[in-house]
């Protein structure tokens, strides 16, 4: 048949049938896929106290079809980390028009763990269609997911967008603009630092000494570290990423890691024996640059004083 039209009544004389891929066409030949608004239409949040995440109550389009997510949240189980890598998960709206589905769902897709991770791809071949809402970095060895390890992904149009007419407001473009005039500012402030600094120099002042050194001396005062106190050590690590874990029924981390700027991991403190919240023994484990070879574990004794406080730690 060379032509189509539709939709129209019924006779008993010429019945009228659709099926609901027509009336999805209907409504393609109009909207854009996409997220309705922005703001937190289906946006993916974390609580940072477990492995879930959960995606804000909202309306999305997918081919010509609706999903929505009540009023409520939606939440969505991640599998527990690698204990050593990384790993990049994506929260994506799934359409499956096959007849043992037909339906959209939200649905975590599993990355990789890797030195460098990336994310899953979408889907968009044969009965399936994705709409990616977020990327989410589960971190080696971390127990639980926070809003900083969450990408938003709503509002890049190669992968979501905004729900518009055929005549489409390109919103990843917009957001290239702005990111060219941020980088070129962020050049121009750095310029104006630096020339301001070499003018000052050249007038025969000096940088405060303190602050110089703890720029340059952080990672080689780390390194040095040998017999200082936990706490000494802990003020050395002040430019180093701090990740904990395993946190006990009174409120105590009992895992710390320090990961230098480039991801691997620098030192890891462990708490163990006696019965929280008195720990008897904190051992403290160097790792080399590679962030896995051991350079050395360093063990301490826990010294409490009558009322249960901590006075002291005593190097073994």
Known sequence: MPEKSGFFD??????????????????????????????TNLKVEATGTDMKTHILPGYAWIQGYMYKVYDEPLYLQHDLPDAQLDRIDRIVLRL????????????????????NPVAPS????????????????????KSYIEAFQ???????????GLVNSLIQADTTEIFNEFYSWLETKKNEYQQDWEDWFANVQNSGFETPSGAQQKANQAEANAKAYTDTAPEAM??????????KSGKDANGIFTTVEYKRPNGTLYAKSVLTGGTSPQYTTRTITYYDTDGTTVLRADTY????????????????
């Open 301 to 316: 004794t826990l010294v409490y004083d009558a009322d249960g406080d901590l006075i002291s730690e005593v190097k073994q």
């Open 234 to 243: 802990q003020r050395n690590l002040a430019n180093f990423n701090v990740y």
């Open 96 to 115: 499956d028009t096959s007849l043992e589905v037909r339906s959209i769902r939200a649905v975590v897709l599993k990355g990789e763990p890797a030195a």
């Open 150 to 160: 969450i990408t938003d992904e709503r509002l890049d149009t190669n992968v979501c």
């Open 10 to 39: 019924s006779t008993a004389e010429d019945p009228r049938e659709y099926t609901a891929d027509e009336f999805a066409e209907y409504f393609r030949r109009l909207l854009t896929d996409g997220i309705f608004n922005g703001g």
């Open 122 to 141: 979408i889907v968009r071949e044969n009965n399936i269609f994705d709409l990616s809402l977020a990327q989410v970095r589960i971190i080696a060895g």
